[in-house]
Nanobody, 124 residues
């Protein structure tokens, strides 16, 4: 397991952009698949985006394709989520997750480390 700390959330207007950051502890960060998930009040946690450890392969939920971009900087042990053209329905607590054995990008299985979350609120 690694310790994860998210940051970058806030209150913005529809159409604005935010960049979330997730800082990870440990020297083996490069081996982890990294993912972003979100949970809105009264709703189930849902997958947002993921990036594998060996290359730049990424996957996105249909709801954020074309608007969000996940990236990682292994030298800084940090994963990012660039969110553009934000919509009110993007309002949620966003969680960073890490896993060594994530077999399929797009699901939530295989993640063994989770951050505390950062709030993103998009007003209309």
């Amino acid at each position: 397991q690694v310790q994860l700390v998210e940051s970058g959330g806030g209150l913005v207007q529809a159409g604005d952009s935010l960049r979330l950051s997730c800082a990870a502890s440990g020297r083996t960060f490069y081996r982890y698949t990294m993912g972003w998930f979100r949970q809105a009040p009264g709703k189930e946690r849902e997958f947002v985006a993921a990036i594998n450890w060996s290359n730049g392969i990424t996957k996105y939920a249909d709801s954020v394709k074309g608007r969000f971009t996940i990236s990682r900087d292994n030298a800084k042990s940090t994963v990012y989520l660039q969110m553009n053209s934000l919509k009110p329905e993007d309002t949620a607590v966003y969680y960073c997750a890490a896993g060594l054995f994530v077999a399929v990008l797009g699901g939530d299985s295989g993640y063994d480390s989770w951050g505390q979350g950062t709030q993103v609120t998009v007003s209309s």
